[in-house]
């Protein structure tokens, strides 16, 4: 079965740095897309980035210039590399991935940033 498994969550200040790691298993074919969403308390879920297979890549406006997705497909791994972090990122973060047969989400990791 295909699961997939956040982590490198956890409590930084603001300013700092975390990166976040998504764990792929199972069997995947035909993926089109990889992502990172996240849900802060009080919000609904919103898209942080994206990446497709053609490695065409997408970015929540606040995010920009701050976030990098990536993935290692060797070790079958999205990252989503996050600096300058303010208090607004503050939220659990999931990752997904689009194949043929539709969409997996991971569980989340609690991201906050706080001083």
């Known amino acids: 079965q295909v699961q997939l498994v956040e982590s490198g969550g956890g409590l930084v200040q603001p300013g700092g740095s975390l990166r976040l790691s998504c764990a792929i298993s199972?069997?995947?074919?035909?993926?089109?897309?990889m992502g990172w969403y996240r849900q802060a308390p009080g919000k609904e879920r919103e898209m942080v980035a994206t990446?497709?297979?053609?490695?065409?890549?997408n970015y929540e406006d606040s995010v920009k210039g701050r976030f990098t997705i990536s993935r290692d497909n060797a070790k079958n791994t999205l990252y989503l590399q996050m600096n300058s972090l303010k208090p607004e990122d503050t939220a659990v973060y999931c990752c997904n991935i689009l194949y043929y047969k539709g969409l997996v989400w991971g569980q989340g990791t609690q991201v906050t940033v706080s001083s």
């Open positions: 199972g069997s995947i074919f035909n993926v089109n897309a």
């Open positions: 990446i497709t297979s053609g490695d065409n890549t």
